[in-house]
């Protein structure tokens, strides 16, 4: 089936930092891939998108690029802020109804 | 755009009473939406998964009769803990998605259950 795995938090950056936060995943066919941050007490919002190899997704400063070669879709960010503190799951959309999330992992940043 | 309303935001009752939670898609309409639980420092747990208008599928290892779940609009889905207990305090987040698989799920901001 279907699995996500991303890096083991959490990450504790300073602030200006580059962020790198990793996920790979196992899917059949051609799944669409997601990033989702959830700060402290919410849901979990949608960050960005790719829906086919290559795409780049990017929103506030984060990307990420559907490498179907490497089967990942890391998160990078140029320079982290404290704001940017919450825990992000990198998730797919395979072919049916699912969505797979991975475990997420939790990003502090500090002053 | 696509806004997902939850509510209550936070729930605290006693053992036995049952409990509804209303997840609302406010400027779509929602074909498939989605229950999870997430337990303190762990994933999402996906619970359940409803169309509008047919019966929910849920996940192996949850109970439908206690857990029971109604899609009866394009924009309402709700879910009702039945006789909660103690081991049903966790953190219940919706989702809504038009469309197909390939559609990002939104996500209202959970719901914190407090069962004493």
């Known amino acids: 089936g279907d699995s996500v795995t991303q890096m083991e938090g959490p990450v504790t950056l300073s602030e200006e930092a580059f962020l790198t936060i990793n996920c790979t995943y196992t899917?059949?066919?051609?799944?669409?891939l997601f990033w989702y941050v959830q700060y402290p007490g919410e849901g979990l919002q949608l960050l960005l998108k790719a829906t086919k190899a290559d795409d780049k997704g990017s929103n506030k400063g984060f990307e990420a690029t559907y490498r179907k070669e490497t089967t990942s879709f890391h998160l990078e960010k140029g320079s982290v802020q404290v704001s940017d503190s919450a825990v992000y799951f990198c998730a797919l959309a395979g072919g049916y109804q699912k969505v797979t999330f991975g475990t997420g992992t939790k990003l502090q940043v500090i002053p | 755009g696509a806004v997902v309303s939850q509510h209550p935001s936070r729930v605290i009752c006693k053992s036995g009473t049952s409990v509804k939670i209303e997840c609302r898609s406010l400027d779509f309409q929602a074909t498939t939406m989605f229950w999870y639980r997430q337990f303190p420092k762990q994933s999402l747990m996906l619970m359940a998964t409803s169309n509008e208008g047919s019966k929910a599928t849920y996940e192996q290892g949850v109970e439908k009769d206690k857990f029971l779940i109604n899609h009866a609009s394009l924009t309402l889905s709700t879910l009702t803990v039945t006789s909660a207990h103690p081991e049903d305090s966790s953190f219940y987040i919706c989702?809504?998605?038009?469309?197909?698989?390939?559609?990002?799920?939104?996500f209202g901001d959970g719901t914190r259950l407090s069962i004493l």
């Open positions: 989702s809504a998605r038009s469309g197909t698989a390939n559609q990002p799920q939104h």
């Open positions: 899917a059949t066919g051609y799944p669409s």
